[in-house]
C-alpha cells in the first residue's frame, strides 16, 4: 500500500512544482516540510495536498471557507487537501508547514489511533471531515519537533535514493506524531490529556546548559544571518569548541551549524522574493550570499523553480471560495495541465 502512495502521481507532481528540494524525486509528494517566515499576508491558495500549519513565533490569523482561526506558538491547523486557505500574520510569523498525501495521513494515523474511543471526538482520521482542524501540542512540543521538521525538509535533496528517502521520511513522521499524540487522546484513568507518551530528554542531566549554548548559536545565526560564518567563527561567539559545537548543533537542530545557516537563510530569501520587489541579488546579499548564483541553486533545490520563474507563476487561487475541481478552482493553468501530463 505505501509503494502505491509513494507512486500517487498527483501528489508526486504537485511536490514537484512546489516543494520538492529536487525535481526528480517522487517521494517529496508524500511528505514534505517547509519553514517559513512571513510578515504579509498570503493569497487564497489551494494546494493539492493536505496541509498542517504550526506557529512556532509571532501569530497568524488563517482564514478558510468555513471561517478563520487564530494560531499563537504551539498551536497548528491541519487542513485537507484541495481546501484553499490563506495566512495573515499580526504582526509575523515563524512558521513550519507540512505537505502531505492526504490519503498517506489518514492511514498512518489510523495506526497511530486504534481505539477511537480513546481519540477526543472529531480528531479521529474517521470523523474528519478535512475542514480546518485546530490543534494546541505547546511551544516545548515544537521546540522537540522542529529539529524532526528540519530533517524532513532537507531530506529530498538528491543526497538518498528516493527509496531510503521515503523510509526515512516515514521514521521522521512517527517520531513527529509521537510527541503529539496526547492532544489526539483521553487517558480513561486518570483525565489527563497532556501525558507525554515519550521522554523527550536526551542526553546525560547537563543537556540543559548545553541546550542554552545551541540555542544561543542559532539565535546569534538568525540574528546575524547576513555576516559570513564558519564554524570556527560560531564556536568562539558560543564558548565552545568546535567539535562540541557540531555535535549538540546536530542533536538540538537536526543539520549541522553551516547547513542550518543555509536553510535558515533560504527561508528569509524566499521571503524577500515573495513579499518584496528586490531583485535576486539583493535578496540574495541581504541574507549572506555574496554570489546570487548560490542563492538560486538553494531555491531550485527547494521548489523546483528559479525565483525569477516562481516570481511570474502565482500559486492556483480560489477567488470565490470552494475546492480543487468546483468551478471557482477549476480555471486551466499549467498547475492543472502538469497534474495531467
Known amino acids: 500500500m505505501l509503494s502505491a ?3 500517487n502521481r498527483e501528489g508526486a507532481a504537485h511536490g514537484r512544482r512546489l516543494l520538492a528540494a529536487s525535481a526528480s524525486h517522487s517521494t517529496s509528494g ?5 519553514e517559513s517566515v512571513r510578515i504579509s499576508a498570503t493569497r487564497r491558495v489551494v494546494f ?3 496541509q498542517i500549519m504550526h506557529v512556532l513565533e509571532g501569530a497568524v490569523e488563517v482564514k478558510t471557507e468555513h471561517g478563520s482561526t487564530w494560531l499563537t506558538p504551539g498551536m497548528s491547523v491541519a487542513l485537507g487537501s484541495g481546501r484553499w486557505s490563506s495566512t495573515h500574520p499580526r504582526p509575523k510569523a515563524r512558521m513550519w508547514t507540512i505537505y502531505v498525501d492526504e490519503s498517506f495521513l489518514r492511514l498512518q494515523m489510523s495506526w ?5 474511543q480513546r481519540v477526543l471526538p472529531g480528531l479521529h482520521p474517521d470523523e474528519w471531515d478535512g475542514r480546518a482542524m485546530v490543534l494546541n501540542s505547546g511551544t516545548t512540543a515544537f521546540q522537540s519537533i522542529e529539529p524532526i521538521w528540519r530533517k524532513l525538509s532537507v531530506i529530498h535533496d538528491g543526497s538518498l ?6 523510509t526515512r521520511s516515514i521514521e521522521l513522521f512517527a517520531q513527529w506524531v509521537e510527541v503529539v499524540l496526547p492532544v489526539f487522546v483521553s487517558d480513561p484513568v486518570n483525565g489527563n490529556r497532556n501525558v507525554v507518551l515519550a521522554n523527550p530528554v536526551r542526553g546525560s542531566l547537563t543537556a540543559a546548559v548545553t541546550g542554552r549554548h545551541i540555542e544561543r548559536a542559532v539565535q546569534i545565526l538568525r540574528s546575524r544571518i547576513s555576516e559570513t560564518w564558519s564554524v570556527d567563527a560560531l564556536a568562539r561567539a558560543t564558548a565552545m ?3 562540541h559545537l557540531s555535535r549538540l548543533f546536530v542533536i538540538r537542530t537536526g543539520l549541522p551549524p553551516m547547513r542550518f545557516l543555509s536553510e535558515i537563510r533560504l527561508t528569509e530569501f524566499t521571503r524577500l522574493i515573495e513579499e518584496t520587489d ?5 535578496a540574495a546579499h541581504a541574507v549572506g550570499w555574496t554570489d546570487p548564483r548560490i542563492a538560486s541553486a ?3 533545490r527547494r521548489f523546483g523553480v528559479v525565483p525569477s520563474k516562481y516570481r511570474l507563476t502565482p500559486h492556483p487561487d480560489c477567488t470565490d471560495g470552494g475546492k480543487i475541481g468546483t468551478d471557482s478552482c477549476d480555471e486551466p493553468n499549467s498547475f492543472q495541465r502538469e497534474l495531467v501530463d
Request: proline letters at 9%; zero cysteines; charged letters at 10%.
Open 241 to 243: 569548541s568546535r567539535a
Open 112 to 116: 497511530f489511533l486504534p481505539d477511537p
Open 298 to 300: 538553494w531555491f531550485y
Open 30 to 34: 508524500m511528505l514534505t516540510a517547509v
Open 278 to 282: 528586490m531583485s535576486v541579488a539583493s
Open 161 to 166: 535514493t528516493p527509496e531510503t528517502a521515503a
Open 48 to 50: 493539492a495536498q493536505a
Open 5 to 7: 502512495q509513494l507512486n
